[in-house]
Nanobody, 118 residues
Framework: QVQLVESGGGLVQGGGSLRLSCAAS????????MGWFRQAPGKEREFVAA???????NYADSVKGRFTISRDNAKNTVYLQMNTLKPEDTAVYYC????????????WGQGTQVTVSS
């Protein structure tokens, strides 16, 4: 089973940028599609972005053009570059293995908090 550790969250002003990282354990990381989800207070967890083992990507409409997902298979790490952040991006962000480009499987990491001030 893949173990996941997210990092890189923090407090940023609206319009700013952050880069999240997700370090995964296990020798099979490069075989999995990986994704990011987020959960805002009082809301359900929602899909943000996904990337296949070959580098194809998919994004939620709300982040398209502002966020970029990438991965480094040699480092067993997936990234989420977030630009032009908005207060509505405030949430705990989680990475996860993906069964398809929108459906996840397996366990969650502990998440990393992103707070965007207006």
């Amino acid at each position: 089973q893949v173990q996941l550790v997210e990092s890189g969250g923090g407090l940023v002003q609206g319009g700013g940028s952050l880069r999240l990282s997700c370090a995964a354990s296990g020798r099979t990381f490069s075989r999995y599609a990986m994704g990011w989800f987020r959960q805002a207070p009082g809301k359900e967890r929602e899909f943000v972005a996904a990337i296949t083992s070959g580098g194809s990507t998919n994004y939620a409409d709300s982040v398209k053009g502002r966020f970029t997902i990438s991965r480094d298979n040699a480092k067993n790490t997936v990234y989420l570059q977030m630009n032009t952040l908005k207060p509505e991006d405030t949430a705990v962000y989680y990475c996860t293995p993906m069964a398809t480009m929108t459906i996840r499987f397996g366990s969650w990491g502990q998440g990393t908090q992103v707070t965007v001030s207006s």
